[in-house]
């Protein structure tokens, strides 16, 4: 069955750099398009960046130029690099595949960002 097992969090000061991983199993991570999903307290989850088959990139404006997405076939994994965090980027990250429109999710990491 499809895992996500996303790991990397922490509290960090703002400025400062995190990378977030997602172990992905169950399924042939080559061919689906992976997703970083981040869900603050009282706020709906939304997506932050996503990475296609090819590598291609999607990011939110307010984390473009700041995180970089990334996938490793070989290891089954994908990455999440945030450079510059934010207070407002505090939340829940969660690692996400789509597949025959069902969504699977990871139980997440917790970033937070102060000082």
């Known amino acids: 069955q499809v895992q996500l097992v996303e790991s990397g969090g922490g509290l960090v000061q703002p400025g400062e750099s995190l990378r977030l991983s997602c172990a992905a199993s169950?399924?042939?991570?080559?061919?689906?398009?992976m997703s970083w999903y981040r869900q603050a307290p009282g706020k709906e989850r939304e997506l932050v960046a996503r990475?296609?088959?090819?590598?291609?990139?999607n990011y939110a404006d307010s984390v473009k130029g700041r995180f970089t997405i990334s996938r490793d076939n070989h290891k089954n994994m994908v990455y999440l690099e945030m450079n510059g965090v934010k207070p407002e980027d505090t939340a829940v990250y969660y690692c996400?595949?789509?597949?025959?429109?069902?969504?699977?999710w990871g139980q997440g990491t917790q970033v937070t960002v102060s000082s």
């Open positions: 990475i296609s088959i090819s590598g291609s990139t």
């Open positions: 996400n595949t789509k597949q025959n429109n069902i969504n699977y």
């Open positions: 169950g399924f042939s991570f080559s061919i689906y398009l």
